[in-house]
């Protein structure tokens, strides 16, 4: 079997194990959907096509920004905007945008939340009420719960803002992809860090206290991880043995991060 198209983060689906689907496109085109699962346990090939595309433009381009585009994408697309990064630099709420009004109004105006989540230690992060649990699962959490619901981005940011005091917001990769963390209790960390907020904040505290557990496909997690990337590395001919977060994990404990290979062309194949 052989496909090949300019890669995009894989799609994720929840289940009793996390099934993964690897959306290829002819340059901004979608081509075809190819369900990874099925390879765990097999040799597969990624062979780098040396074309990448920018996933905003189409433009062909030497070197990708962000997730795949180009640099002048990456300087004006509000998909790349600082308040991506930094949700509580969103001003749309004022009604002034920072890079595109109706884009903006689109994925900023619109419900978020304020989570944690447990990947290599807890984390708080922020993220749209739609992306619920695809977000989670992009990180390689294997524990997750709501913290705070509220109407807009900015405010989002401003709980997180708050709470990076107490906890992280960053994932430790390399341990995430060893699968080593500390059992704890999410809602514990929930009610403590409730403590720490404003009282004007408080009041978008969520009732929900499900704790979503998230398992991945892997066989065996590495011991050593070894990131690898197609411009050092263009023929990728190894044994899979699972996929957690936007990785593939290979027998021999080197990973590879489909999400940030976005816009590049490859030819996929397994035997």
Partial sequence: MKWTGNIRKMRTELSEEVQYTLPLYDVIEPLEMVSMNQFIGQEISLQFENEINCVVTGKRIKK???????????????????????????????????????????????????????????KVGVTRETNIPYRWIDQGAVEAIVLAEVPYRQLAGAIEVALKEYRSDK??????????????????????????????????????????????????YPIKVTSMKLDKIPLIEKKLKGIKGQYLIFSDDTVFNMRSHSGYKVTLEAS
């Fill in 171 to 220: 994932t430790n990769w390399r341990k995430m992809l060893k699968n080593e963390y500390e059992p704890t209790d999410l809602l514990d960390h929930k009610d403590e860090l409730i403590e720490y907020l404003d009282e004007d904040l408080q009041q978008f505290i969520s009732d929900n206290d499900e704790i979503t557990k998230i398992k991945y496909p892997v066989m065996s």
């Fill in 64 to 122: 990708a920004y962000g997730d795949g585009m180009s640099y002048d994408a990456f300087m004006s697309s509000p998909m790349a905007s600082p308040s991506i990064i930094r949700p509580e630099l969103s001003r749309i709420h004022e009604g002034i945008a920072l890079r595109d009004k109706e884009w903006e109004e689109k994925h900023h105006l619109t419900p978020h939340l304020v989570y944690l989540s447990l990947t290599s230690e807890v």
